[in-house]
């Protein structure tokens, strides 16, 4: 049975900020790399990888609700940039906005059991970046981006 993460986004302001913030990553991860791939890095490999590995997603929680989500494409050992050992959590590049979902904060991650997942909204496009930002502003408030 697929069972999904739900992580916080930490310093992350929307769904935009961390397809930006995930774009970065993913272009610094090429350089030198014969593959581009997209990884969290955290301390401990989840428990209940194999669950996950078969269809699981993270759940990214910005702003104290689940907002946008990405499909899991593995694990694998890592290092932290000091040399401390870690796990790389594999991510696809396709961030997916979400039905918004209350969820409190916490440390680390949480299970989600497939049942219990928010729907999807869409593709995150960064496509407002070349709007004016009064207009991106009213655009925001009116809940269209």
């Known amino acids: 049975m697929t069972v999904h993460l739900v992580k ?7 769904a935009e900020h ?12 090429a350089r030198g790399a014969k593959k581009k791939t997209l990884r969290h890095i955290t301390r401990h490999r989840p ?9 699981g997603s993270i759940y990214w929680v910005i702003g104290g609700a689940i907002a ?3 499909r899991i ?12 050992p870690a796990h790389a959590i594999l991510l696809d590049p396709r961030l997916v906005r979400t039905e918004p979902r209350s969820f409190r904060a916490f440390q680390g991650w949480r ?13 995150v496009k960064i496509s407002t970046e070349n709007l004016p930002a ?3 502003k009213e ?7």
């Open 134 to 136: 009064d207009l991106r």
């Open 18 to 29: 961390l397809a930006r913030v995930q774009k970065e990553r993913l272009k610094k991860s």
């Open 111 to 123: 299970y989600l059991p497939a049942h219990k997942t928010p729907r999807d909204l869409g593709e």
């Open 8 to 14: 916080l986004a930490v310093g992350i302001e929307d």
């Open 73 to 84: 494409l593995g694990f694998e050992k890592a290092a932290k940039a000091d040399g401390t």
């Open 47 to 55: 428990k209940r990888a194999d669950e996950i590995a078969d269809g």
């Open 68 to 70: 946008a989500r990405q």
């Open 139 to 145: 655009l925001k408030g009116l809940g269209l981006i």
